[in-house]
Each structure stands twice: as structure tokens, then as C-alpha cells.
């Protein structure tokens, strides 16, 4: 008879306790030989060196091994010491492993020789999960750091507690044949504490030392390609040396190569920017410890401890002032992406340059990651000065992570190296493998595995607007599906017939047979926010963004919805006005300030006495202007749009005529940055009725807007009169929802909730009004967690 104990945990954030194991079950077990089952992120953590030494303790007899449902153990003993046993791992794991059930089956009684790790096995229809990659962990540290330790300074020290995972595995189980290890045959002292279970580095796959293992080199950019000019010894120091003497230095990191320069120096920064082609959006920045944070930037002990935790990724801080970074850091924004060193060999380079370095992505502008060695050389030949590299393989890409602490709570803003393969667990159990193909912009794939309720999201992949992040998203999607030996047999894609998303999705399913649901963009942002807090509805959805595809064609952005996975109802939106060029207005936000003056204003708007009237007349001429607000195009030729985000840029336009959007967000973020940070009366919105929806008017708002900039009311107040009106609307049309079908929990969801200012007041908002508000935390809000919400929809739809 079986009687599994199941319990779960959903907080991936932090390595999870499980909370409630039942004892009385365990007091009434009819034997004392069991199977136990342990499932989650348990795989590549130190689990059966655990086990192994915990049986000892216990003196226990029986077997531990990992196969693909995890870990199981067969233990044997009487019944008070395996209770205590069981207690044990589910109290003491290793902190970083996740377990999500501990199931238990008796077996009739057998012999045992002690108790013994038996080697890995594989079996049929089962999966497991795989850790994400670590930072290095103090134990380590501090023998790289001990002159007379064998790894004295060795950059690819790890153990069973910390290194590379996810970037250098290639299939499951976990074990070092399976990774970009395998080339390296390790000595007889790794050897022997790779066999030794009571030993930190048991089992640990990634183990190597200066003898066996992964080597460095140091390469100088030459006009006739790259020189080999240190080994192994003298890499670090010449890296150093390049850094010192203003050189920008390819650095091959954990999932991929960096871009890396002083952070002091404008000159090279701003160097680096022109060779990477990319113009404003901010660089992350190194720090070599939590002091030099500290000395730039502003951060709360939350903040400093996800920063030096085992995920390590880069937080969103506020500069202080006399923040010294150079210019362009981040120019014009007052917040520095800042993370701290998480490889040893970031640690080696760190501690020997003494100061904060520019840690930026090794891509020119729109590219991926670039993350083998061959390839990073050759597309950044021109980028860089010197490279630091070496021969361990990165096998599959993953970007940094990206945090930031809003409204009380870290949000990761995009989900990849630390986080990534961990699931993410949703409500409803998977009815079979179901793969999302993600939106167009920011893209992640998403892959729930069958009688599961795990959501694996991929690595952030990025806009598919080239060739080079189409390749890198395909060679994602196979990875996924290969590494959790998907047999997928649904899948889900945007409802936006034209994204590359769409058609390889389609072309996909056709090859392969398998029924494709197209989730519609904000329905997918508001289901991915019910399943990452495991609810499955109903619920009001706020989903506000920059475009999706809408249900009629027109393109959306400013939606609340009602229902769940489902199903939804377009419940209310934004007024939907022309965007005059079509997708020209995204990149160009006058564009939207135009057609929003001329929606409220018509004839008369390019007669207002604003600064923004004026110059657009003297910037773009007259007849142009005419053109591009000539009736009849404007009225029928223009796509329509409802979104929230060209609303932001409209009124960023208004405000700082000029700006030309360079990455999606900046006039919305620039907006938030200005606010003062006293409060300031709402501006009016209007919420009208129509054929049983609510329509949210900006008309009235704009009319005082355009009053306030002729009497010379400055741009940071009229952005909080801004930002207040339109949270008191929300939370208005909100109530009003609920007044019609009695829901009293909303989801907010989409790339808008970014803005800090928008998230913190509509959440408070919201909550005075007795809703129960669910907010994203683990899946990014904007576009990356996209593809989780369609896996979930397929889900909850497809037959
Ligand atoms: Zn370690
Ligand atoms: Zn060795
Ligand atoms: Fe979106």
C-alpha cells in the first residue's frame, strides 16, 4: 500500500523549508524499509553526500541515488530513527536545493551492506529539475583566497554548494559526462574527493583544480585579428594591466561573454557605448564588494542580500549623488544596475582592480549574448582591446539577471542566469507537455511539463528582430524541450499574426502535428500574474503595456479584463486613438503626442501656445505636419491603438520634446525619474460607457495638462499630477468592475508596471479599496513572462 507525503512550497526566491510534514503518518508506518521520493531541485546541490552522511549519522542502512524523478533513497531501520531521518532532510537540505514533495512507499523488508550511493539511472516518463548556476560560495572563496590551498587563485573553483549549472549542462541527469566538463579527466586528489561522500566537492560535477582542469588565456586585438599574449599565470594580471590603461576587455564569463571597462573613466565608457552601438539604454556595473556599492548607490539590507546571495543578479539601485560613475553609465537616469562579482574569476579580476567595472552583455546593440568562444572572438573583434578567455565551455547561453525592489518587494524584471532552469509553480496541473513560443519582444519560451504544476521558463532570449537572436531563441527552444525530455503534445504562441514568434510556431506544429493555441497578448500578461501566485481566477486583470495584438485586430496596451486562463472579457480599456506612421510611432513618441492633441483638440492643436506645438511645427515643417494629421488618413488609414505605454510617451513627448525612445520604456521611465516626490492633485480622467464596457478618456486630463505647461507649471509636477490621475481612474474603474460581477481580486500585469510610481500607488490604491492585489515578483511583468501565461491558457483551453 502506499502512502505518499506530499507537501509543497512555492517560493523559489529563497531556498524553500518544506513547512508541514504530517508525522502522525509517519508513526503509523506498517515497516520500517522505504522508498523515498524526493522531487524538486535536488540534482547538482549536494543532495546525496547529504543523504549519505546523514544515514551514517542515523546509522541507517540502505541506498541513495539520483535518476530522472530525482532523488530516491531505500533506507532501512527502525521506525523512530527513520522519522527522525525524514525530519532531518526536510529540515537540514542543502540550502539550496528546492524540495517541492517527499513521498514515501514502504517495501518489504530486505538486506543491506551498510549504506551505499549507488550510480545514476535513467528512467521513462519522469523529469527532474537542475539547479541554476551559483555564484561562489564562501567556502570556496576562502580557499582561493589561502595561499597554501591547492587552488590558491584558481578561477574555476566549485563545490556541490556552488558554480556553474544550467550554462555548461547538456542533458539530465546531472552528471559530469552530461556537462562541458567531460573533456577534463580529473587528477587523482579531484578524483578522490569527487568519490569521497562525506566531501564538500562529492559529486560535485563541475570540480577541477589548476592541475586538471579549465585554463586561462589572454588575447590582444590586433588589425590582423587577435594574439595570444598570456597563459594560464599571467592572464589575470594583464587583464588588469588592459583595464588600468583605459582598454575595454572581452571577458568570458558564466552564461556568456562581457564587455567590461572602468567605471570611472567617461572617455572609455563612452568609447565602449559607440563601439557597442548602443546609445542610452545603461550599462550594469561590478562592484568588487558591498562597501564600493554602498560608496555609489543607495541600498536596503533586502537589496544587499539578494545582491550577495547565490543568484546574484543585478539590482537596480538609486545613485547617490556623489556617485562617481562616468556619465555614460547610465546617462540620465538616476538608478545604476549594479551586481557583484559571482564567478571566481570575477572575483580574481575584481580584487585586483580595486575598483567598480562596466559589466555589459558582449553583443552589438540588438545581438544575443555571445557565448562561444570562436564566435565572441570573431563578432567582437572590433569592440574590444584584449579578451580575457578560457576552456570551459559554455553550453547554453543565459544573460544576467535583472531586480529591482518596487512597492516593498524585489521583482525580477528579467529572469535568467540564477533563476533559470528553476520552475516556476502555477495553480493547475500541466494535462500534458505544453510548449509557449513567447511574444515578439523580450522573448522567453515556456515549457510545462505533464502532471506537473512546474512552468520551466528559458533564459531571456530577446527582441526576434535579427537572424542571430532567431537562431539563439531555436537552439533555446530545443534545449528546453531536450533537457526535460518533452514530448509535447500542445502548444501556445501570440495571437499577433505577424510575429516571427507566431509563424515558428505555426510552422512548428504543422511539421509535428500538434494543436497550437494563439493566446491574445494581455490575456497571456494576466495569466502569467494569476499562475505565478498560483491562483487560477477570477480575477480583474490590469495588463498595461507598450502593444499586443488585440481580439479585433487593433492594437491594444491599456486593457483591464476579467476571468481567468480560460477564458476573458475585455472589460475596459483606454480610448483607443490612430498612432499616425503606424509602428513609426513607437519609436518616435511625438508621433503619439500629436495624435493625442489632435484626438482632444482637433483643428485648434497646432494653434496651442506649448513649447512641444512649436517645435514640432519648426521640426518637422508645417506641410508635414499637415500630412500627418490629415483627416482622412488620420481617420482611416492609421492602425488604432489602446495603449498605455504610447499614452507615456505622448505626455513624455509634451513634457521633454526631443526625446527619441532608444529602448522601450525610456519615456515612460524618464516620466516616473521627474516626479517630485511630494504629492500633487490628480489630473481628471473620464470613464465612460459604451456597449457594456468601461472606456477610460484621457480628454479632460489633457486639457489640464496643456492649461498647466502654457502657465509654466514645471515638467516633474505635471507628471505626478499625471501619474495620480490615471491610478485614481484605474482603481476607479476597478471598483466599478466589481460592482458588475463582485470580484474582488485584481492582477496587474505588463512592461508599464516597470514604473515604480505606477506599481506602489495603484497597488495602495487598490488595496484601500478592499481589493486583494497580486503583483509579479519571480516572472518578469513585462513581455518575458509572456510565454508563461500562454503555456498556462493552452493549458486551461486546448483539446
Ligand atoms: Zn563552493
Ligand atoms: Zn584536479
Ligand atoms: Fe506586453
Excluded at 45 to 54: A, D, E, S, T
Excluded at 112 to 126: A, C, N, Q, V
Aim: hydrophobic residues 40%; proline residues 7%.
Amino acid at each position: 500500500m502506499n502512502s505518499p507525503v506530499e507537501t509543497s512550497d512555492s517560493n523559489p526566491i529563497q531556498a524553500c523549508q518544506l513547512a508541514n510534514l504530517p508525522t502522525c503518518q509517519l508513526a503509523n508506518l506498517p515497516t520500517c524499509h522505504l522508498a523515498i521520493r524526493l522531487t524538486g531541485t535536488v540534482q547538482g546541490v549536494g543532495f546525496r553526500p547529504f543523504i549519505y552522511n546523514l544515514a551514517r549519522e542515523y546509522q541507517l542502512e540502505g541506498t541513495v541515488r539520483n535518476d530522472n524523478g530525482g532523488v530516491l533513497i531505500q533506507v532501512q531501520s527502525p521506525p523512530e530513527r527513520l522519522q527522525a531521518f525524514i525530519h532531518a532532510i526536510r529540515d537540514h537540505h542543502p540550502p539550496i536545493a528546492v524540495l517541492d514533495s517527499i513521498r514515501l512507499t514502504p517495501l518489504p523488508v530486505a538486506s543491506y551492506d551498510g549504506f551505499r550511493i549507488l550510480p545514476s539511472e535513467r528512467l521513462d516518463d519522469t523529469h527532474t529539475t537542475l539547479p541554476p548556476d551559483l555564484a561562489v560560495c564562501s567556502e570556496c572563496l576562502s580557499e582561493m583566497n589561502d595561499p597554501v590551498d591547492r587552488r590558491f587563485e584558481y578561477p574555476f573553483i566549485n563545490c556541490t554548494h556552488c558554480g556553474p549549472r544550467w550554462t555548461i549542462v547538456q542533458s539530465l541527469p546531472y552528471d559530469r559526462p552530461a556537462t562541458t566538463m567531460s573533456p577534463f579527466e580529473m587528477c587523482p586528489d579531484c578524483r578522490h574527493e569527487y568519490e569521497t561522500p562525506s566531501d564538500r566537492r562529492f559529486h560535485a560535477q563541475p570540480t577541477a583544480c589548476p592541475k586538471c582542469g579549465p585554463r586561462l588565456a589572454l588575447l590582444i586585438a590586433t588589425p590582423d585579428g587577435w594574439q595570444p599574449q598570456g597563459d594560464h599565470q599571467t592572464a589575470i594580471p594583464q587583464a588588469v594591466q588592459a583595464l588600468s590603461e583605459h582598454k575595454i576587455l572581452l571577458l568570458q564569463g558564466i552564461g556568456g561573454f562581457h564587455l567590461a571597462c572602468d567605471a570611472r573613466d567617461e572617455a572609455t565608457v563612452a568609447e565602449l557605448r559607440r563601439r557597442k552601438q548602443r546609445l542610452e539604454k545603461p550599462f550594469a556595473v561590478m562592484f568588487p564588494d558591498l562597501d564600493a556599492i554602498r560608496r555609489w548607490c543607495e541600498a536596503d539590507g533586502e537589496e544587499e542580500a539578494l545582491l550577495a546571495s547565490i543568484r546574484a543578479p543585478i539590482v537596480l539601485l538609486r545613485k547617490r549623488p556623489e556617485c562617481p560613475a562616468a556619465e555614460s553609465v547610465a546617462p540620465e537616469n538616476p538608478l545604476i544596475g549594479a551586481m557583484l562579482p559571482y564567478s571566481p574569476l570575477h572575483h580574481l579580476l575584481l580584487s585586483k582592480f580595486k575598483a567598480p567595472l562596466v559589466m555589459t552583455s558582449a553583443n552589438q546593440s540588438d545581438e544575443p549574448i555571445a557565448y562561444k568562444v570562436k564566435e565572441a572572438l570573431l563578432r567582437l573583434h572590433g569592440a574590444a582591446d584584449a579578451a580575457l578567455i578560457h576552456n570551459r565551455e559554455i553550453h547554453v547561453f543565459a544573460d544576467d539577471s535583472v531586480a529591482r525592489k518596487i512597492s516593498g518587494s524585489i521583482r525580477l524584471l528579467r529572469r535568467s542566469r540564477g533563476y533559470v532552469p528553476e520552475p516556476v509553480k502555477v495553480a493547475a496541473r500541466f494535462r500534458r507537455d505544453v510548449l509557449a513560443f513567447g511574444p515578439h519582444l523580450k522573448n522567453t519560451l515556456c515549457l510545462g511539463k505533464k502532471d506537473g504544476n512546474q512552468a520551466f521558463l528559458s533564459q531571456h532570449i530577446g527582441d526576434l528582430d535579427s537572424e542571430s537572436v532567431i537562431e539563439a531563441y531555436q537552439r533555446a527552444r530545443d534545449h528546453l524541450r531536450h533537457l526535460f525530455e518533452a514530448r509535447v503534445e500542445l502548444a501556445a504562441c501570440d495571437l499577433h499574426p505577424d510575429y516571427i514568434s507566431t509563424t515558428l510556431a505555426e510552422e512548428w506544429c504543422q511539421e509535428n502535428g500538434i494543436p497550437l493555441v494563439h493566446a491574445q497578448h494581455h490575456h497571456a500578461h494576466f495569466a502569467a500574474c494569476l499562475a505565478e501566485n498560483g491562483e487560477s481566477g477570477p480575477a480583474i486583470g490590469i495588463c498595461l503595456d507598450g502593444t499586443g495584438y488585440g481580439s479585433d485586430g487593433t492594437i491594444w496596451g491599456g486593457e483591464i479584463l476579467t476571468g481567468g486562463p480560460a477564458a476573458f472579457q475585455r472589460a475596459g480599456y483606454l480610448l483607443p486613438v490612430p498612432m499616425p506612421g503606424g509602428e513609426l510611432a513607437v519609436k518616435q513618441p511625438w508621433r503619439m503626442a500629436l495624435a493625442w492633441l489632435h484626438q482632444v483638440f482637433g483643428r485648434c492643436a497646432r494653434t496651442l501656445q506649448t513649447d512641444f506645438t512649436r517645435n514640432v511645427e519648426r521640426e518637422i515643417g508645417a506641410q508635414t505636419l499637415e500630412m500627418l494629421l490629415n483627416e482622412y488618413i488620420f481617420e482611416n488609414i492609421y492602425p488604432l491603438t489602446s495603449s498605455l505605454g504610447r499614452l507615456f510617451d505622448a505626455v513624455a513627448a509634451m513634457l521633454f520634446f526631443g526625446i527619441r525612445s532608444q529602448f522601450e520604456g525610456q519615456a515612460a521611465s524618464q516620466l516616473e525619474w521627474l516626479m517630485p516626490a511630494s504629492a500633487e492633485p490628480p489630473y481628471p480622467f473620464d470613464i465612460e460607457r459604451a456597449n457594456g464596457r468601461l472606456i477610460l478618456s484621457p480628454a479632460a486630463m489633457f486639457h489640464a495638462l496643456v492649461k498647466d505647461q502654457i502657465a509654466g507649471i514645471s515638467a516633474a509636477v505635471i507628471s505626478r499630477r499625471f501619474h495620480e490621475g490615471l491610478v485614481a481612474a484605474l482603481a476607479e474603474m476597478c471598483r466599478l468592475i466589481r460592482d458588475d460581477n463582485g470580484c474582488k481580486t485584481a492582477a496587474l500585469s505588463g512592461g508599464c508596471f516597470q514604473n515604480a510610481f505606477l506599481l506602489t500607488r495603484l497597488e495602495e490604491e487598490l488595496t484601500a479599496r478592499g481589493f486583494r492585489v497580486l503583483t509579479h515578483h519571480l516572472v518578469p511583468t513585462g513581455d518575458g513572462g509572456v510565454s508563461l501565461g500562454q503555456a498556462v491558457i493552452a493549458n486551461a483551453q486546448g483539446d
